[in-house]
């Protein structure tokens, strides 16, 4: 029953069209959802269709969406890092410091990026070289760098940044665009093309879906995370540049909480929690999202802290409703 | 791998493919330094060795766009075979090639590593199959406890000398019985 | 059934704690005096409370992190309805602070068994949901010590026996955990469904259900401890025990407690948390500042985890070997 000897069969390259892929995606769903946001606050407040503010509204998901993008790789290829907000007191704290013995913007903005790589390494190595669960490790580095600005800081804060390096967080490149936006977009481009289009980011969906297979495949599992980790860390080195000049000031308890608002635009992006699928597209969708609501709660005047209530259920609900709505269609067909 | 050698796991689940990626991403892994210009992919030359690995070893698959999970163990087997022909090995080594696969496949499986060897590669197969062993081998090497217990080809390969070194029984105690 | 001695990596925690106590003693002699111990005690009870809830959820393979939000909104519930019922009898106030953070630990277990959704993600967010309804209640103001009665902030502080009602509650806790990990059912399939819980569902153990209650377990305790704490401090507000969950899982992975599930001890468990509240309370002492303790926590967290996986798989109650999946 060979057919071999005969013509092989033809397998199809794909089933689908693209068009058709596409539009059924997540990503799809979650630009409907985005447009549908839009359109519920231009009612909800007459402050909201205004380019200015919606140009200052950018400000809520910039600086998470440059450390989502990173965390997205790496929660792709299975791990997770918990400290990037704390690498964010750190890394604002070093600068905060050295600004005091009169840095300029130039060496400022190297001691970010260093000591974000620094911790990002240091994740690395307790994740990738003694092999310890990215879970625990980054809950434990998650107080520890936090910690480091504690006790370097106290009770304290730090000014006195020179006045250039100011415009990273508050600077504009053109008309309404401001810096933060324009190294968002930046970052969105090299990150979507180094998942989607590189070895590099086929080697990540590999090491998610099957770190024993993509090993025996060629692929160098631990160096691929080891950089991951270091990428993670680095974006909250940039995060932290454009969050300390846009707030002018550091203290130890700098973006608190943040890692929650990642891991959130991280998930509804699309991007299977437990690694192997997602896209960068979904993200960016994600955080334009989540910039939405949270500008409009907060043009409603709603508190910090009551709002992130709302961000808690959106991360437990972008993944418990597909589950339930699978449940129930499952009940629905068995019935 | 950088010297040519290949091996082709006996985990086919765990170690051969990576399931959740689709047929002709697990084809190309190894072989993405081929296809792809200097670190950017390049799908079409993908498709293209996928293609026609996964026609030489007749592939059962709805898509090269689907998941590999999607597809029965022989098909499975085929891909891990074929993700490694693709990189144009010296020597593939594979590792209970048959094990759990169909007889219809199974037969496909022998008739292909045939046709291997009979092209100038060389083929080691790990298996604990006799009949498999003594109907594919040109030479038989029998280790036992980490061992290398016996070389065997031609007229003393049979059965029976096969199992007595695999057992490590002596040729005395079989005689006598 | 083998006779089992002091197991090492509790006796190693356990000279480490006294060998911390004599550092501390040479720079001031009255820190281990009965009475400032008794005190140390007292003040590490709440931790020692929530490490054993903690623990009971990480041998099952999940991670809690919602207990510090559970305690703080059960404690500002039965602060609230204190100042609004001052009559309310003790009992049932506790009876209330424990239904309602078994609520708040049942609603994370359901979504991990029903909707298996990862208990990291869970917990996350259930953390930040319950510390956002605790400002919708109070609407951001704080309930000070003049407003509660004086029933409710003296229980807690009741001297019995030389301690105080509080270290007794944690003696307490202790002691029915232990009966409950090593003599009951439920503490043989905790362990079980950390262990090896594929294997652990062939034996008749359902693990969602296990996992459901370990986390029903955890909140009780929180929602314990969150009456525990508010009374004792006297003010209950949105911030009080901010971060405390990560102190929690420190105390549990220097305990001994695998974060991979399975493995780790009630012992274990009480040890870390006495190794933080000494190191807590010694920092003063030897002239640290407070602002120091997050980064030891932290340091702690990461010297336990790598020392844990150095140690191998070793310890621990092995009901269900690991067969399957053994390189």
Redesign the interface.
């Known amino acids: ?4 000897t005969m013509r ?2 033809f ?5 689908n069209n693209r068009a058709y892929r596409v539009l059924r995606s997540w990503e799809a769903l979650l630009l409907v959802v985005a447009v549908g946001i839009f359109v519920l606050n231009s009612f909800a407040s007459p402050y909201f269709l205004n380019v200015w503010n919606l140009s200052d509204a950018t400000y809520n998901f910039t600086e998470k969406g440059m450390i989502a993008f990173a965390m997205a790789l790496l929660i792709i290829s299975g791990e ?1 890092d918990l400290s990037v907000a704390s690498i964010i007191a750190l890394a604002s704290t070093a600068m905060g410091l050295a600004a005091q013995y009169g840095a300029g913007t130039p060496e400022l903005v190297m001691i970010g990026l260093a000591v974000g790589l620094l911790c990002g390494a240091f994740n690395a190595f ?1 994740v990738t070289v ?4 990215s ?3 980054t ?10 600005s ?2 370097v800081l ?1 009770d304290g804060a730090y000014g006195g940044y020179p006045d250039s390096f100011a415009w990273f967080g508050q600077g504009y490149i053109y008309w309404v665009f401001t810096a933060e936006i324009a190294i968002f977009a930046v970052i969105a481009v090299i990150y979507g093309v180094v998942l989607h ?6 080697a990540v ?2 090491i ?3 770190p ?3 090993l ?4 160098r599992v631990q160096r691929v995370k080891f950089i991951l980790f270091l990428l993670t860390g680095l974006m909250s080195g940039v995060a932290a540049i454009c969050l300390t000049s846009r707030l002018g000031s550091t203290r130890p308890s700098i973006a608190a ?1 943040m890692e ?1 608002s990642v ?1 959130t635009m991280v ?1 509804l992006g699309g991007i299977n ?2 690694g ?2 997602g896209s960068i597209p979904g993200v960016v969708i994600a955080a334009f999202v989540m910039g939405l609501v949270t500008f409009g709660l907060g043009l409603l005047n709603v ?1 910090g ?5 709302f ?3 959106l ?2 609900g972008v ?2 409703l597909p ?2 709505w699978v ?1 129930i269609a499952a009940k629905k067909r068995s019935a | 791998m950088a010297n040519g050698i290949v091996y082709v796991p006996e985990d086919r689940g765990k170690q051969g493919t990576i399931i959740g990626l689709p047929i002709f991403q697990n084809i190309t892994l190894p072989s993405l330094g081929r296809t792809s210009k200097s670190g950017f992919l390049r799908l079409a030359e993908e498709f293209k060795l996928a293609r026609e690995y996964s026609e030489r070893l007749d592939l059962r698959a709805a898509s090269l766009d689907q998941d590999v999970g999607n597809l029965s163990g022989g098909n499975q087997q085929k891909v891990v075979i074929a993700k490694w022909l693709a990189t144009q090995p010296q020597v593939i080594i594979l590792d209970e090639p048959t094990k759990g696969i169909d007889i219809g496949s199974k037969a496909a499986v022998h008739e292909f590593m045939a046709e291997l060897a009979a092209q100038g590669l060389s083929v080691i197969m790990v298996s604990s199959e006799i009949p498999e062993v003594i109907g594919m081998s040109d030479r038989v090497i029998v280790m036992r406890d980490g061992r290398i217990e016996a070389e065997l080809e031609g007229d003393a390969l049979s059965p029976e000398t096969l199992v007595r070194h695999a057992a490590g029984i002596s040729a005395t105690l079989m005689e006598e019985a | 059934m083998v006779l089992r001695h002091i197991p090492i990596r509790e006796a190693i925690l356990g000279a480490a704690i006294l060998v911390l106590l004599g550092v501390v003693s040479t720079r001031y002699s009255g820190f281990i005096a009965p009475a400032n111990l008794a005190n140390v005690f007292n003040d590490t009870a709440p931790l020692i409370i929530l490490a054993l809830g903690q623990m009971v959820v990480i041998l099952t393979r999940c991670i809690d992190l919602s207990v510090a939000a559970n305690l703080a909104l059960t404690g500002m519930v039965v602060a609230m309805l204190n100042v609004a019922m001052p009559g309310l009898p003790i009992p049932v106030i506790l009876a209330i602070a424990i239904l309602l953070g078994a609520v708040m630990g049942a609603i994370n277990g359901l979504l991990v068994w029903k909707l298996a959704i990862p208990p990291i993600v869970v917990t996350l967010g259930t953390m930040t949901i319950y510390r956002g309804v605790i400002f919708l209640i109070s609407e951001g103001k704080w309930i000070n010590a003049h407003e509660m009665s004086t029933a409710f902030t003296g229980f807690s502080r009741a001297a019995f026996l030389g301690l105080p009602v509080l270290s007794w509650i944690a003696i307490m806790t202790v002691i029915v955990f232990g009966m409950m990990m090593s003599r009951t059912a439920l503490g043989r399939s905790i362990f079980a469904v950390g262990g090896n819980p594929h294997a652990a569902v062939y034996t008749g153990i359902n693990v969602g259900k296990t996992q459901f209650l370990a986390f029903v377990l955890s909140g009780a305790l929180a929602g314990l401890t969150g009456y525990l704490w508010v009374a004792r401090y006297a003010v209950a507000y949105v911030d009080i025990a901010r971060g405390f969950e990560l102190e929690v899982v420190a105390a549990c992975v220097i305990g001994g407690i695998s974060i991979a599930g399975g493995i780790g001890s009630v012992g274990g468990a009480v040890l870390g948390a006495l190794f933080l509240g000494v190191v807590k309370n010694a920092l003063p002492v030897v002239n640290i500042s407070p602002f120091w303790q997050l980064a030891i926590s932290g340091s702690a967290i990461l010297i336990a985890v790598a020392f844990n996986a150095r140690a191998g798989r070793s310890k621990g109650r092995v009901i269900l070997k690991s067969a399957e999946g053994s390189v």
């Open positions: 029953m060979s057919d071999s092989a069969r397998v199809p390259n794909r089933l997770i307790f003694l092999g310890l669960p879970i625990v490790v809950i434990g580095t998650m107080s520890l760098f936090r910690g480091i504690y006790i106290g289009k590189t070895n590099f980011g086929r969906y590999a998610g879906n099957n024993t297979g993509a025996f495949s060629g692929i909480g929650l891991v998930v929690i437990l192997g699928s508190p802290i009551v709002m992130s209530i961000i808690g259920l991360l437990i993944i418990a589950r339930l449940m």
